[in-house]
């Protein structure tokens, strides 16, 4: 089974920072792009960021303040949040970018871990 | 523009047809997904490649594209699809686009 767990959330004050992490299993996580994407509360979801083996993406809010990365070694993804703003406050997922035939979406997600920036 | 745009809010009464739509200039060159998110849930995978239903998913659930639009056609809508859906696709940078959603609500 394909299972994607995320941790590290957690109460932060603006301007601290927190590192979350996205623990996967069931598939050869090396040779997924994999992805952050966020809800703040009663809100849609945002992209946040992706990283493949040859590129990394970040949508233009979180540019400069965050760092994706991962660790193929470990099956994890995990997303380094600086200089955290109270609209950074949302649930974050980790979701793997499945494809097929030119087609990419995202499955399947994490539960999420919530973070909340607030003094 | 690197937008998606969705109607907020849709209502369908039970097991009638319902059509969410998603408009956006990305839409022309690339494909869209949707997702359904139901409270307290991760979102879920319905449609992927404008119309491919992944497996496990009821084919009630089905999917088109034309020019600017996308659509996720609902047909015989159920109580248990209440639930929030997004439409998702990519901008001319790669970037992973999210529409802002489509509340359902199944009468």
């Known amino acids: 089974e394909v299972l994607l767990l995320e941790s590290g959330g957690g109460l932060v004050k603006p301007g601290g920072s927190l590192r979350l992490s996205c623990a996967a299993s069931g598939f050869t996580f090396s040779t997924y792009t994999m992805n952050w994407v966020r809800q703040a509360p009663g809100k849609g979801l945002e992209w946040v960021s992706s990283i493949s083996s040859t590129y990394i993406y970040y949508a233009d809010s979180v540019k400069g303040r965050f760092t994706i990365s991962r660790d193929n070694a470990k099956d994890s993804l995990y997303l380094q949040m600086n200089s955290l703003r109270a609209e950074d406050t949302a649930v974050y997922y980790c979701a793997r970018e499945a494809y097929s035939s030119g087609w990419y979406w995202f499955d399947p997600w994490g539960q999420g871990t919530l973070v909340t920036v607030s003094s | 523009s690197s937008e998606l745009t969705q109607d907020p809010a849709v209502s369908v009464a039970l097991g009638q047809t319902v059509r969410i739509t998603c408009h956006g200039d990305s839409l022309r060159s690339y494909y869209v997904s949707w997702y359904q998110q139901k409270p307290g849930q991760a979102p879920v995978v319905v449609i992927y490649?404008?119309?491919n239903r992944p497996s496990g998913i009821p084919d009630r659930f089905s999917g088109s594209s034309s020019g600017k639009t996308a659509s996720l056609t609902i047909t015989g809508a159920q109580a248990e699809d209440e639930a929030d859906y997004y439409c998702k696709s990519r901008d001319s940078n790669e970037n992973r686009v999210f529409g802002g959603g489509t509340k359902l609500t199944v009468l």
């Open positions: 490649g404008n119309n």
